[in-house]
């Protein structure tokens, strides 16, 4: 079964840094492209960062544009999210996902993990 | 950036009603769109792609049609399971934007 587990996540004062990671399982991750997706506490989901399955290509929300870095290691089965100069604004569970092409259809997130929350408070 | 906008915020349906969930683009984005279901405290879950195609799995009474800026989710038989979030989202350029999600609750 396809697995994907986030962690890194807590506690950090404003200004700080934090890395996730997402620990991928039960497919060819390195076939895929993959995603960070977060939710404020109480407020809907924000897509802000996409990784190719070779990292040759990057993308990033506007909001954390130049804070933040995705990465991910193929041997390893993992993806990580460098976040830099956080900000109370960035409070959330941060989810990794899976994106899949549907042949024509566009490319959706078909696989996601449980999230793991990170916190920016002084 | 195309902003994604849905309607209502909110509903109250009871078990066996129709509900019918509307998302509108800023921008024609043709048919990528997709529409994810998420209950809370759990992951969202895909449940159409490319605005009409159910993913494996979900039950016919979900339907999403439309396409260019204004597409729809059609729960034909709202069942016990179906209470939760719904959000649409565009997968025609970066950023992959999401709707702001229509809360389906009981009534």
């Known amino acids: 079964d396809v697995q994907l587990v986030e962690s890194g996540g807590g506690l950090v004062q404003p200004g700080g840094s934090l890395r996730l990671s997402c620990a991928a399982s039960?497919?060819?991750?390195?076939?895929?492209?993959m995603n960070w997706v977060r939710q404020a506490p109480g407020k809907g989901l924000e897509w802000i960062s996409y990784?190719?399955?070779?990292?040759?290509?990057?993308y990033y929300a506007d909001s954390v544009k130049g804070r933040f870095t995705i990465s991910r290691d193929n041997a390893k089965n993992s993806l990580h999210l460098q976040m830099n100069s956080l900000r109370a604004e960035d409070t959330a569970l941060y989810y990794c996902?899976?994106?899949?092409?549907?042949?024509?259809?566009?490319?959706?997130?078909?696989?996601w993990g449980r999230g793991t929350l990170v916190t920016v408070s002084s | 950036d195309i902003q994604m906008t849905q309607s209502p915020s909110s509903v109250s349906a009871s078990v066996g009603d129709r509900v019918t969930i509307t998302c509108r683009a800023s921008?024609?984005?043709?048919?990528?769109l997709g529409w994810y279901q998420q209950k809370p405290g759990k992951a969202p879950k895909l449940l159409v792609y490319?605005?009409?195609s159910l993913q494996s799995g979900v039950p016919s009474r979900f339907s999403g049609s439309g396409s260019g800026t204004d597409f729809t989710l059609t729960i034909s038989s709202l069942q016990p399971d179906d209470f939760a979030t719904y959000y649409c989202?565009?997968?025609?350029?970066?950023?992959?934007?999401f709707g702001q999600g229509t809360k389906v609750q009981i009534k």
């Open positions: 996902a899976r994106g899949k092409h549907y042949d024509t259809s566009g490319y959706y997130f078909d696989y």
């Open positions: 039960g497919f060819s991750f390195s076939s895929y492209s």
């Open positions: 990784i190719t399955s070779s990292s040759d290509t990057e």
């Open positions: 921008q024609d984005i043709g048919s990528w």
């Open positions: 490319g605005a009409s």
């Open positions: 989202q565009q997968t025609n350029s970066f950023p992959r934007t």
